[in-house]
């Protein structure tokens, strides 16, 4: 039920089910809808007092009807994902929309969120279903092997999905390469079998957010 029109615009499709999404991003609806405004990022007390201590925080609305929806965020690039019973562990920023039947929940990613200060927590969203996801410009998909492991600028992460393991590794990262480096030198190492969803722009990772 989640297509794209376009790159930045998703529609979905709704009859009589749900579909949850970032807080204000609808941007047209037809037929006959309802909205319910939700607390995202993990579900129960559990999920409410992970968001207040790492602020890995979603505003979500929920939309159901009959009819079709349409969102967009800032003129970002959505890329669609399909789970198969997997999961999806995605920077809470980056998650525009996912099925109402998906789990969203949070888990720690270790020191990367707190050198990085993006939160030491990554939403994680789990199931079958459709999530959709932004990104900075046309995300690029890379594919981690065990012979092959992955090194990501914090900053230009995305998502992943698939049996990988994450590590912080310090020492060295593409910006002090260059000479041109703001003093925070880190990076993700990411190895299994699995994919990696980057953009080609860099968020905020100046620490000191948590």
């Keep these: 039920m989640f297509r794209l029109q376009g790159s930045k615009t998703l ?18 609806y037809d037929g006959r809808m309802t909205f319910k405004k939700m607390s995202g990022g993990g579900e129960g007390l559990r999920g409410m007092v992970t968001r207040r201590l790492t602020g890995e925080q979603m505003t979500v609305m929920e939309v159901s009807g009959q009819g079709t929806c349409y969102f967009a965020d800032r003129a970002s690039e959505i890329n669609l994902v399909s789970l198969h019973g997997d999961t999806l562990y995605v920077e809470a920023s980056n998650l525009l929309a996912t099925d109402a039947g998906l789990r969203t929940g949070t888990t720690f990613t270790g020191l990367r969120g707190g050198a990085s200060g993006n939160g030491l927590f990554t939403t994680t969203v789990e199931g079958t279903g459709q999530a959709a996801i932004l990104s900075d410009g046309t995300a690029v998909l890379l594919r981690v092997s065990p012979q092959y492991p992955l090194m990501v600028d914090p900053g230009a992460y995305i998502a992943h999905q698939g049996r990988l393991q994450q590590n912080f590794q310090a020492g060295v990262n593409f910006r002090t390469l260059m000479g041109e480096g703001s003093g925070e030198a880190f990076q993700i190492r990411f190895e299994g079998d699995g994919l990696v969803y980057v953009q080609p722009s860099e968020r905020n990772t100046v620490g000191g957010d948590v």
Excluded: P, Y
């Design 11 to 28: 529609a979905v499709d709704l009859t009589g089910d749900a579909v949850k999404a970032k807080n204000g991003s609808m941007v047209a």
